[in-house]
């Protein structure tokens, strides 16, 4: 397409550009949940208009949408963009930003060193916060720092240390590459079997006698299925294994109860559904009846009496024996706003707004792509997905390039056929799910807009 044009419906259609190269995670395709519901069976949760695939139909869902004004919470620098990498990596929340602003203007500008007073408990305290709103986790239980990647091998380690008598670790041969590449690295040194679990199979028919440590998702990365925490979780007690759960596709996307559910050790991002910022501090939950287990990394910020600076590691009793090093404070900042920021939406109304869209989403999907070979690779009860679409099609990298370039459209793609389309529910619209399944119409089409 040359220049720029009025697509039907009122949205502006974006001319070519260069766009930078898209980053591409090396992992197979799997499906680990399949949904074998009839579209026509699945509950629904949006009103009969959605029914119709016309943007006037997005326009009026849009209209009726309760959470329609959240949008103002975020920066959106460009309205023309239709931003559906959510998952990957949110918008940026005005309270984020204006946080940001006064922690390095009064926080560190104005107070220096003075400041570490309000900062050493920091960690602690926007845990406290996260758990309450978004984790169902009583307080002292979460401490957000270090990467996912850091939480995990600290929590993976820590539950192996406590079995030294089993001799084998389960993961799904489909998981995170991190995930894997962490308890790869754990069980190299040690001698021990890691068990990769195939696409469509259980991971608790792996579990046995001799599995000291399972890494799960709770939601897939690439199909957004959801699997059941509470049950694997006791599945695994049943033998006497741990469980160590990445929630990073979950949090702030659907309702997690940790300490109902008999979690013991837990991990994510804050970067994705939480809009916390590239590169923002992870987090990470042990259960408070297993806290006396010790990290990996002995570090000062996890040290009792920090600054008697004694000669040998004495860790604190509680959640901040996790900590290692110095806090990273002016992120956590952005971290804490964001996550106040989306406790005020409510996480319950939050996931009624992803389930509608995912629903509208898959429909549109079915009506408009599906002729010209895109499959659904999402679960189709609601309940069994998080707060992405996935679509398969041959030619999803090409696909997801032009739709950048071409369309002003920003999905996410994953080797070897996915599309994925986040949705995140406290700033998309329905036109923009609309606009973006129509651009890929066009796109596999070539030929005009829908009406």
């Given at each position: 397409m040359a220049g720029r044009s009025v697509a039907?419906?009122?949205?502006?259609?974006?001319?070519?550009?260069?766009?930078?190269?898209?980053?591409?995670?090396?992992?197979?395709?799997?499906?680990?949940?399949?949904?074998?519901?009839?579209?026509?069976?699945?509950?629904?949760?949006?009103?009969?208009?959605?029914?119709?695939?016309?943007?006037?139909?997005?326009?009026?869902?849009?209209?009726?949408?309760?959470?329609?004004?959240?949008?103002?919470?975020?920066?959106?620098?460009?309205?023309?963009?239709?931003y559906l990498d959510g998952n990957s990596l949110g918008r940026l929340p005005v309270r984020a930003a204006a946080a940001v602003e006064r922690m390095v203007h009064d926080g560190w500008g104005r107070d220096l060193i003075g400041g570490w007073v309000r900062w050493l408990t920091y960690p602690e305290e926007v845990g406290d916060r996260l758990g309450a709103a978004f984790l169902g986790a009583a307080p002292g239980q979460v401490v957000v720092g270090d990467s996912t990647t850091v939480n995990l091998y600290k929590l993976a380690s820590a539950a192996l240390d406590?079995?030294?008598?089993?001799?084998?670790?389960?993961?799904?041969?489909?998981?995170?590459?991190?995930?894997?590449?962490?308890?790869?690295?754990?069980?190299?040194?040690?001698?021990?079997?890691?068990?990769?679990?195939?696409?469509?199979?259980?991971?608790v028919d792996a579990l046995d006698a001799d599995v000291a440590v399972l890494c799960l998702s709770m939601v897939d990365y690439r199909s957004g299925a959801v699997v059941d925490v509470a049950a694997i979780t006791a599945a695994a007690r049943h033998v006497g294994a741990t469980v160590v759960w990445d929630l990073s596709h979950a949090v702030g996307a659907v309702p997690i109860e940790l300490d109902r559910w008999g979690v013991e050790l837990a991990t994510g991002c804050s970067y994705k559904f939480l809009n916390g910022g590239p590169g923002a501090p992870a987090w990470l939950y042990v259960r408070s009846d297993v806290q006396h287990l010790r990290s990996p990394i002995w570090g000062w910020f996890g040290q009792r009496e920090q600054f008697a600076m004694g000669p040998a590691y004495d860790p604190e009793p509680g959640i901040r024996r996790w900590l290692a090093g110095t806090p990273t404070v002016i992120a956590l900042a952005a971290v804490d706003a964001a996550v106040a920021d989306l406790a005020e939406i409510g996480i319950e109304a939050l996931r009624a707004k992803g389930t509608a869209l995912t629903t509208y989403a898959i429909d549109l999907a079915d009506a408009r792509l599906?002729?010209?070979?895109?499959?659904?690779?999402?679960?189709?009860?609601?309940?069994?997905?998080?707060?992405?679409?996935?679509?398969?099609?041959?030619?999803?990298?090409?696909?997801?390039?032009?739709?950048?370039?071409?369309?002003?459209?920003?999905?996410?793609?994953?080797?070897?056929?996915?599309?994925?389309?986040?949705?995140?529910?406290?700033?998309?619209?329905?036109?923009?799910?609309?606009?973006?399944?129509?651009?890929?119409?066009?796109?596999?089409?070539?030929?005009?807009?829908?009406?």
């Open positions: 039907r419906g009122g949205r502006r259609r974006r001319g070519a550009r260069s766009r930078p190269a898209r980053v591409v995670a090396d992992a197979r395709h799997h499906r680990r949940v399949e949904d074998r519901h009839e579209g026509r069976d699945r509950p629904r949760t949006l009103p009969a208009v959605a029914a119709e695939t016309t943007r006037a139909a997005a326009e009026a869902l849009d209209r009726a949408d309760p959470l329609a004004r959240e949008r103002d919470r975020f920066v959106v620098a460009d309205d023309d963009l239709i406590a079995r030294p008598d089993r001799r084998a670790l389960v993961v799904p041969a489909g998981e995170f590459p991190t995930d894997r590449y962490v308890l790869e690295g754990l069980a190299a040194p040690r001698g021990l079997d890691v068990r990769l679990v195939p696409a469509g199979a259980d991971v599906a002729g010209h070979g895109v499959t659904v690779a999402t679960p189709r009860l609601p309940h069994r997905r998080g707060a992405h679409v996935a679509l398969a099609h041959p030619a999803a990298r090409e696909l997801s390039r032009r739709l950048i370039d071409e369309h002003g459209v920003v999905p996410d793609f994953r080797e070897p056929d996915l599309l994925r389309l986040g949705l995140a529910p406290a700033y998309t619209r329905f036109t923009d799910v609309w606009d973006g399944i129509d651009a890929l119409a066009v796109l596999l089409a070539g030929g005009a807009a829908a009406p």
